[in-house]
Structures are given as C-alpha cells and as structure tokens.
C-alpha cells in the first residue's frame, strides 16, 4: 500500500481459498475480522481517493498515478473512488465496475479538490462491496 508515493505496507495472500471479490471493505475503519461491522479504529482525517488493483502495480505505474491522478492506469483497477465522484450517500465508482461506496456519518469538503473528512467521533467509514 502506499500513501503520497511512500510504500506504508505489503502483504501476502497465501489464502487461496478465499474469495477476496465477495468481501466488503471499509475504508477510514478497521472491521472485527470476519465481519462488515467496525469496531473502534477510525480514521481521523480526509480521504481524497482511493483506487484498488486487482494485481501488483510497477513502480513506473505507480508513478504514473502519482503524477497523473485524473487518469490512472485502468489496466486491473477494479476500484476508483475520486474526489470528484463523491455524490453524498454514494461514493461511486469510477473503474466500471460498479463498486460504489455508501458514506456514513462522513462529510463531503468543499475545497480545491473535494474529499471526504473523517471524524472519528461519528464513527465513518465507507463501505464498498
């Protein structure tokens, strides 16, 4: 994973049983695992966009996206939350897949390039499935 081009955290999935499309994520919360509910770590910040690839991306992709983040590398992307595709409830999907957020408690900004604000107290998240 990386924020503002900084790799933050990597993982392995070795499950491969597990039918990773058919899960819900919450994005701005953490969920109990196992469930869509969350339980307590909540993000206290804004959220501007958010893209999920359905495959590792080089880091000449990653770079691209850094500097051109109107038009990402569609190749994979399965998920694509923009800052200007935020529709209150609705965060919707830009990748074609149809994977619209739903927002709860969450406040859409007004600024040079709009972005959801989170605030721990309301317990938001967005949840995308």
Known sequence: MYVDGIEVASATIEDADTDYASLAYNIGALTDSGS???YGDYLDGIIASVRIYNRALTQAEIRHNMFRWGSPIKDGLVL???ET???PPIWNDLSGYGN?????GATKMERARPAIKVDPAERVLAAVR
Do not use: V
């Not at 619209?100 to 709860?104: L, R, S």
């Open 36 to 38: 869509d509910a969350p």
């Open 80 to 82: 694509w939350l923009s």
């Open 85 to 87: 595709s935020i529709n």
């Open 100 to 104: 619209d957020g739903t927002i709860y």
